[in-house]
């Protein structure tokens, strides 16, 4: 596949992408490396079949994570696999919002909408989880979030400087040693 130049070109990689069995992954490849001359008729246009592509995906989304829930059978794997296969789809919908050709406040809009929708699924699986008297599985979706965590704050914490231990002056007063 050649990346969109034209408004024709953009619409048939939309298209393809609300069609099931495409790989969307390699469709939101090709659009992320295309180009569009932003123009006031074209940009709406755009902007229309981009909300129509995340609406169809979030609703799809949502219902393969449905139906592998209940496939699971309660089973800790399966569900954290189901939550897993959901954040990764709605990634894909992330990188389709952050496309290149749209201005910022259009990218965040697009962002906002998918990142509510993220936020409610989530609430509503942790709701859900209240039933369980076990609290098991609510202890699954809360450290298997379909929220993607920040990958930023450990990198930064990665680049601030560490202090040295001070391992020279006595080695057991830091340390409490407990005997029974």
């Known amino acids: 596949m050649?990346?969109?130049?034209?408004?024709?070109?953009?619409?048939?990689?939309?298209?393809?992408?609300?069609?099931?069995?495409?790989?969307?992954?390699?469709?939101?490849?090709?659009?992320?490396?295309?180009?569009?001359?932003?123009?006031?008729?074209?940009?709406?246009?755009?902007?229309?079949?981009?909300?129509?592509?995340?609406?169809?995906?979030?609703?799809?989304?949502?219902?393969?994570?449905?139906?592998?829930l209940d496939h699971s059978r309660g089973e800790e794997a399966a569900i954290i696999s189901a939550i897993i296969n959901a954040r990764y789809r709605f990634d894909l919908l992330y990188r389709l919002c952050r496309l290149s050709i749209f201005p910022e406040d259009v990218k965040e809009s697009l962002i906002q909408v998918v990142s509510k929708y993220v936020g409610d699924s989530q609430e509503a699986l942790l709701e859900s989880a209240k039933h369980d008297r076990t609290g098991q599985l609510a202890y699954t979706i809360r450290h298997n979030s379909l929220i993607q965590q920040q990958t930023q704050a450990p990198a930064a914490a990665a680049r601030e400087p560490v202090e040295p231990k001070e391992s020279a002056s006595d080695p057991f007063k830091s340390r409490r040693r407990v005997l029974f």
């Open 2 to 68: 050649n990346p969109p130049n034209y408004y024709s070109e953009w619409t048939k990689l939309f298209h393809q992408l609300k069609e099931l069995g495409q790989e969307d992954e390699k469709i939101i490849s090709v659009l992320e490396k295309g180009k569009l001359e932003w123009t006031s008729g074209v940009a709406d246009k755009i902007v229309k079949c981009t909300y129509e592509v995340i609406e169809f995906k979030l609703k799809y989304t949502t219902r393969l994570f449905q139906q592998e």
